[in-house]
């Protein structure tokens, strides 16, 4: 009987551990995490939301590196990556900058 209720214990803590879990990450996103739109760097498909005219939300860029796509990305990193902070014409790929 005690092993049955220790299984039934651990599993409990385990689901309520999972259940958790996303939504402390949405809550450090909403809390002040401080991240910025980096535009030129999501792969076809990966563009965070509000990717531009043509397009409706995440995952709806059909070309990499599109220029009105843009992916979430720690604030300050975005030029590093090859990325720009403002929309730009043209899909090429970037070209990572040193900071």
Do not use: W
Request: proline share 6%.
């Amino acid at each position: 009987m005690n092993t049955a209720l220790s299984i039934a214990s651990a599993s409990a803590l385990i689901a309520l551990a999972a259940a958790a879990a996303p939504a402390d990450a949405a809550a450090g996103k909403a809390n002040g995490a401080k991240i910025e739109q980096c535009y030129g760097i999501a792969r076809a498909g990966k563009n965070d939301c509000k990717a531009g005219p043509g397009t409706t939300c995440a995952g709806t860029s059909a070309v990499n590196y599109s220029g009105k796509a843009f992916k979430d990305v720690k604030a300050g990193t975005c030029l590093s990556l090859g990325g720009t902070l403002q929309p730009h014409e043209g899909n090429a790929p970037p070209k990572p900058r040193k900071a």
